[in-house]
């Protein structure tokens, strides 16, 4: 079992020009056991979804700038 992170972003959909990023944390099989990973997780162990500070120059920066929003997340999350 290994944790999963799926990010997303949607781009300039805030006022301000600013993005929103979104992400999903969750416990699911290693990629290489040939089960579908969405249909066999353990629950959300952490969801977030928050306004970027920084206003992004395109909808590929805005999805680079959600994963490592995500990674960092990770990186701080409860115990």
Do not use: W
Request: with cysteine; net charge neutral; proline share 5%.
């Amino acid at each position: 079992m290994i944790l999963h992170i799926h990010s997303d972003a949607s781009y300039q959909s805030e006022p301000g020009a600013r993005s929103r990023a979104g992400g999903h944390h969750f416990l699911g099989p290693k990629p290489n056991d040939k089960v579908d990973i969405l249909t066999h997780n353990n629950g959300a162990i952490n969801t977030i979804c928050r306004i970027m500070k920084n206003v992004m120059g395109s909808a590929a920066e805005a999805e680079i700038a959600a994963e490592a929003e995500m990674g960092q997340c990770t990186k701080t999350a409860p115990k």
